[in-house]
């Protein structure tokens, strides 16, 4: 794939960015600039090279039509404040406004173009359709940078299609990223230990496939743990449960055993009456749930055997809150998995968007982490050894 240093000089040449600018909004005001951040240095780096750099992105999910709530405008200012030089802004992704931008623009210059998703050929299904919105954002510029991680694994016209219409490279934030990756899947260093929880066993289900090659151990918390708890033959209250994928979670145990990855659930549970903040929480054996209880964390037995798993490791990926961590009184697995990721020697990855929100909101520093990604699907289907369209493209420009 062709970095940024191979397209050369870059002195007055426009160059459209895909940025993941994709940040949560209070009304007009962004709750959590994590994403700007992480886009600014691949920015700041074109516009130090003299660049004219023009900016695209999304924001939500509008339907394809102008809508004044999913306006980047307030990215932009924000972006404008992080640089610390302003940062200009056109009220449409292709039409006479950002032609204009792009027209005034000086070296050096960034300017974010109105949110992508305005336009129904940025996501179209169709490939002519987006082909067309494709050739418009192209017009806009002399090269394209792909650096939204976080899209990369979407067919859409500002990350697929226009990098066949102009010389093309990642920017720095998906080198990264993409590199990272490589090392968990490639010969990542062993002891491997891969971490899973989160809500649902069916949103994980290719990735627990793809990692049960690849791990010497798979630790399993969060609400899929009561799947496979299930699977062996245990009761488990009102917890949540997908009954039916209790046989995957069977296959997959046994798979485990074969391989000889040591699949290790909890063996105490946190339970409480009801799903809410100030149920009252008691810990149980994970295979004596009572029948009027829900499991909304792992128990502290678990936490220790975990930590210490994730701490022995060369290698650890993580991918989903242990518990319910919105609710103090079911954080203490997923801050257990967190602290253990920040003490291991070996390369600690955190992947997923509430994985992600759980260690800041746990008061742990982002540099605390060998990595976190900032593609929560992306690093996911990665892992899952899907091809990303994103980046296939640009392989197939060089190779
Ligand atoms: P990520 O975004 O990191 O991939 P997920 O979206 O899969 O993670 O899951 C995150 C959600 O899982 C959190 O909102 C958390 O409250 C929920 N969760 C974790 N454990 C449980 C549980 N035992 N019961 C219900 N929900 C849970
Ligand atoms: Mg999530």
Redesign the pocket.
């Known amino acids: 794939m062709q970095t940024i240093s191979d397209l050369g000089d870059l002195r007055g040449k426009r160059v459209l960015v895909r940025s993941d600018l994709n940040v949560p909004l209070d009304g007009t005001t962004i709750s959590d600039d994590g994403r700007i951040r992480a886009s600014l240095p691949t920015l700041e780096r074109l516009a130090a090279a003299g660049a004219r750099v023009l900016v695209t992105a999304h924001l939500g999910r509008p339907k394809g039509t102008p809508d004044p709530a999913y306006s980047l405008k307030p990215v932009a200012q924000r972006l404008g404040e992080l640089w610390g030089q302003p940062v200009l802004f056109a009220g449409d992704t292709t039409g006479d406004e950002a032609h204009h931008v792009a027209a005034a623009l000086q070296d050096g210059q960034i300017a974010v173009l109105e949110n992508v998703r305005f336009n129904p050929g940025e996501t179209s299904k169709d490939d002519a359709e987006r082909g067309a919105f494709a050739d418009e954002l192209a017009a806009l510029a002399d090269v394209f940078v792909s650096d939204g991680f976080g899209v990369v694994h979407r067919k859409q016209a500002s990350v697929y299609d226009v990098a066949t219409r102009l010389p093309a490279a990642v920017g720095g934030l998906v080198q990264a990223e993409v590199e990272v990756l490589k090392r968990l899947t490639e010969s990542p260093e062993r002891p491997y230990v891969v971490v899973l929880?989160?809500?649902?066993v069916s949103?994980?289900l290719g990735v627990i496939d793809n990692l049960l090659e690849k791990a010497d151990t798979l630790l399993i918390g969060?609400?899929m743990?009561f799947t496979f708890l299930a699977a062996q033959g245990h009761g488990v209250g009102s917890?949540?449960l997908e009954s039916d994928q209790i046989d995957v979670a069977r296959e997959y145990i046994e798979r485990a055993a074969a391989r000889g990855v040591d699949l290790v659930l909890p063996s105490d549970v946190v339970v409480a009456p009801e799903f809410s903040a100030d149920a009252p929480a008691t810990t149980v054996p994970a295979d004596a749930i009572p029948d009027d209880q829900m499991?909304?964390?792992i128990g502290p037995d678990a936490s220790q055997v975990f930590a210490q798993h994730v701490r022995d490791a060369r290698t650890v990926f993580w991918?989903?809150?242990?518990?319910?961590?919105?609710f103090a009184a079911f954080a203490g697995g997923t801050r257990a998995v967190a602290e253990a990721l920040t003490q291991t020697d070996g390369l600690s990855v955190v992947g997923?968007?509430?994985?992600?929100a759980a260690v800041r909101q746990l008061g742990f520093a982002d540099d605390a982490f060998g990595h976190i990604s900032t593609g929560?699907g992306a690093s996911l289907e990665y892992l899952e050894g899907k091809t990303l369209p994103g980046l296939a493209i640009l392989e197939e420009k060089t190779s």
């Open positions: 929880g989160g809500s649902k949103d994980k969060g609400g743990v917890s949540l499991g909304l964390d991918n989903g809150p242990m518990g319910v961590f919105e997923g968007g509430d994985s992600a929560g």
